[in-house]
């Protein structure tokens, strides 16, 4: 099975509207072109705009790093997804671990905001990853598990085909420390396995499994070698068009 490989951008809470479209403007030459891998940028919401604008006929999508999971409705400070699409957004990041750590996210609440994205054809981003003290114990195949379980409850195959998975293993975020190819890949074999329970061999078969954790461009290469992972979630590495250009072309 061969698997369109996707590598996205996270931002983070970084760039201004203006530092958005600058990043635009020296990365799309980077990549002109390019057409092995889906690239995908996720600056915030009040980039998104000027993202979308500037990246139009290139190739390259955008997405958002969250939503909520309703449509409208009295919920200050919430992004609906018929805001995102209404701007072009095609994309969108679900239960990244900074949202599990600072704003409560759970798998529940992460499994609503995935039928909410479904529903509206919304590419969902979906984070899992275990913390270092669950490594350190021996938890991480029961994390897996428990996690995958959790946020794609009740989601019927015939509807899953558009869901992206992104290992990210929460001690390897921003921290330097990345996942070797090799764990990387069993935690993808360990999640795509239950994929293949929950949702049949099919879905699983098709299923992108992305690996992030400190992505930079000298293990890009090496990390995206391995048949079972299917791009990349990239964050600090994906604040510098050059960084983020050279490991789009791995
Ligand atoms: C991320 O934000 O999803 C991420 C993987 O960050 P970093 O690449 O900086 O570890």
């Given at each position: 099975m061969t698997r369109k490989p996707l590598i996205a951008a996270n931002?983070?809470?970084?760039?201004t509207p203006a530092q958005a479209q600058e990043f635009v403007k020296n990365f799309l030459p980077l990549v002109a072109r390019h057409e092995r891998d889906e690239v995908v940028l996720c600056p915030s919401f009040t980039s998104l705009s000027v993202v979308i604008a500037a990246v139009t006929g290139s190739g390259v999508a955008v997405g958002a790093q969250n939503m909520y999971s309703a449509d409208e409705g009295a919920f200050t400070g919430e992004i609906s997804p018929l805001m995102l699409k209404a701007i072009g957004t095609t994309h969108v990041i679900l239960g990244h671990s900074e949202r599990r750590q600072y704003f409560c996210e759970t798998d529940e609440t992460i499994n609503r905001k995935l039928h909410t994205a479904l529903r509206h054809e919304l590419t969902p981003i979906v984070c899992v990853g275990e913390v270092l003290a669950e490594r350190e114990a021996g938890k991480t195949e029961e994390v897996l598990l428990r996690q995958t379980r959790g946020v794609l409850a009740g989601i019927p195959p015939e509807h899953a085909a558009p869901i992206v998975i992104a290992y990210e293993p929460v001690w390897a975020i921003g921290t330097g420390k990345t996942a070797t190819p090799q764990i990387a890949s069993d935690a993808h074999k360990v999640i795509r396995g239950e994929v293949a329970k929950l949702l049949g061999a099919e879905v699983a078969d098709k299923l992108r499994i992305l690996y992030g954790g400190s992505v930079k461009p000298d293990n890009a290469t090496a990390l995206m070698s391995e048949s079972e992972i299917d791009g990349a979630l990239v964050g600090g590495a994906s604040l510098d068009p050059q960084s983020f250009g050279k490991i789009v072309n791995y």
């Open positions: 931002w983070k809470m970084y760039k």
